[in-house]
């Protein structure tokens, strides 16, 4: 009899199987990720397996390239969360020698909160969190060199500096080969794909490929571009003038310039832009009502209106939370 294990137990040994790898194709990932499901038990819903990649490499645990379809382990990296009172992230792979290290010091000297993550039904669970806990953040970097990974200040607000301005990608030849049946154009006012006969108009495109992989292209004044999907769908919202991102300060005493980033649902940030957000907090984002949007936690407004302004988008700030007794919010 297969007994389950845990989602810690689950994230930890798939995180741990891709760190000794090192490398791979990222498909051959998305079956590991299936594959190890079926072998404990867990029951998938579709695109689970392409929804914890996302996250494990928004998180720092992997790199992917879906272009190349490549995937890497990331560097071990221990970096503060912008404004989490005394907050460092442990993120990055996580080797047997690496997780020994860190077993060895949370046992002697350091003060390390696990945080396990709970999947939704049909999910694959992701690693655990960990946080280093300090008091000093000049501490850091020798606590870095003690567990021989790299110390990065900030590697939310680093981040915020590399993001790219969104835009087409090079020329590119426009939808052909066997695309009858498969051609769609994203619509901005229906917030998805529908199916189209021809690619006679601007906007963003996408079909199966010879290899039943799936392709995007923009075309911009009769001319066609590559472009990734998350970033073909901010540039037709910026072409139609529409909105998708909010952010909402917190209510605490010196919280009003960190807040809640709120992302629709329909237009998931590009992988950069969310590996920034979520390295604000070391949690995925949050799935609000009706699973309409994507909620990231602890971000710096600086930091949302840099993700914003690199897509093409005007940042509607949200009324800030009214404290009530006892540390709610109303």
């Known amino acids: ?30 079956d590991g990720v299936r594959g190890q499901a079926r072998a404990w038990g867990l029951e998938l819903r579709e695109h689970a397996d392409w929804d914890w990649t996302r996250k494990a490499a928004a998180l720092g645990f992997i790199d992917v390239d879906p272009r190349a379809n490549r995937w890497s382990a990331a560097p071990p990296v221990l970096t503060r969360l912008p404004h989490a009172d005394g907050l460092a992230l442990l993120t990055g792979a996580r080797t047997a020698r690496i997780s020994t290290r860190v077993e060895q010091a949370a046992r002697e000297w350091m003060e390390l909160i696990t945080v396990p993550h709970a999947p939704e039904a049909g999910e694959a669970p ?4 960990l946080l280093l806990q300090y008091e000093d953040p000049r501490t850091l970097e020798e606590a870095a060199e003690l567990l021989r990974v790299r110390y990065v200040p900030c590697a939310a607000l680093q981040l915020a500096e590399l993001l790219p301005q969104a835009a087409p990608g090079p020329e590119s030849a426009p939808p052909g080969g066997s695309t009858a049946g498969t051609l769609e154009k994203y619509e901005p006012r229906l917030r998805r794909f529908v199916p189209v006969e021809g690619d006679d108009e601007d906007g963003l495109y996408r ?8 392709l995007t292209r923009v075309r911009r004044n009769g001319v066609f571009h590559a472009v990734d999907r998350e970033t073909g769908v901010y540039l037709e919202l910026a072409r139609h003038r529409t909105g998708a991102m909010r952010w909402r300060p917190e209510p605490g005493q010196g919280r009003a310039g960190v807040g809640r980033l709120f992302v629709d649902r329909y237009a998931p940030l590009p992988a950069l832009h969310e590996r920034a957000a979520v390295l604000c907090s070391g949690f995925p984002p949050s799935t609000g009502k009706q699973a309409q949007t994507r909620a990231y936690d602890n971000v710096p407004r600086a930091l949302a209106e840099a993700i914003a ?7 509607e700030i949200m009324p800030r939370p009214v404290a009530a007794a006892g540390g709610r919010t109303e």
């Open 1 to 30: 009899m297969t007994v389950p294990m845990s989602g810690s137990e689950f994230g930890g040994t798939l995180l741990r199987w891709l760190s000794e790898s090192r490398s791979g194709r990222a498909s051959a990932l998305r």
């Open 309 to 315: 302004a690199s897509l093409r988008q005007h940042l």
């Open 207 to 214: 079909w199966r490929g010879a290899d039943y992989a799936r």
């Open 126 to 129: 992701l690693p655990d969190t």
